[in-house]
């Protein structure tokens, strides 16, 4: 068995960071909804003077803390998800305070969510391509998965659905309207996984997953 270079896979994954992070904060900044994996934090964010980046971490880390309840064991790269979880929730708050949207026409923020979506699911495929750390969220999916032998495909139906039913019940307990649960999660939900598969398909050197060495 080898592995490509560790420079190479370092550099691809913290490109991968924050790119997926680019991603998450358009989708927020079009203001028609946010993906299912970035909805609590959001909501929060509108409730508790913190900011988007900063309860993404705290989000992240109640992931990385059920990680341990489901896997009731650790390795270093189930403990690494921690410190990527803080790095990634600044890049976030970077990008908040980068990309000033403003107020755009309602085609417009669609075509930023769009926009968002494809930069999210890029990032998936740059990252999962490492074959290193998932953000938490995803990690805990995985781990579901893996641990009770359900396929991942499920699991992700079923912890985006967790995901949203407690933001809308925050949202509307709170504020008595949508906000961050509205067109976009559903336009998150049923394309990012069509892009993760295009991309995958149309970027396959990002793919650098340990493979067999050829036969000597």
Not at 38 to 49: E, H, M, Q
Not at 59 to 82: D, G, P, S
Not at 99 to 107: A, D, F, N, Q, Y
Not at 114 to 120: D, E, K, M, S
């Amino acid at each position: 068995m080898k592995y490509t270079g560790k420079k190479r896979r370092n550099i691809q994954y913290i490109i991968g960071l924050f790119v997926m992070a680019l991603g998450i904060v358009l989708i927020k900044k079009a203001g028609v909804g946010v993906s299912p994996i970035s909805v609590i934090p959001s909501v929060l964010s509108t409730i508790f003077p913190l900011s988007f980046g900063v309860m993404t971490i705290f989000f992240q880390l109640i992931c990385f803390a059920l990680i341990f309840v489901v896997l009731r064991t650790a390795n270093l790269k189930t403990v690494l998800i921690m410190p990527i979880a803080i790095v990634f929730g600044f890049i976030i708050d970077f990008y908040m305070y980068l990309l000033p949207i403003g107020e755009p026409p309602i085609v417009l923020r669609y075509v930023v969510c769009l926009a968002g979506i494809a930069g999210t699911a890029m990032g998936i495929v740059i990252i999962t391509g490492t074959d290193l750390m998932l953000p938490a969220g995803d990690a805990l999916i995985r781990a579901i998965s893996q641990t009770y032998h359900w396929p991942l495909s499920r699991v992700k139906i079923m912890g985006d659905a967790v995901y949203v039913v407690i933001a809308l019940i925050i949202e509307l307990s709170y504020f008595h309207y949508l906000d961050s649960v509205w067109i976009g999660t559903i336009l998150s939900v049923l394309l990012t996984g069509f892009f993760v598969g295009r991309f995958g398909k149309w970027f396959p050197r990002l793919n650098m997953k340990r493979e067999e060495a050829p036969a000597s």
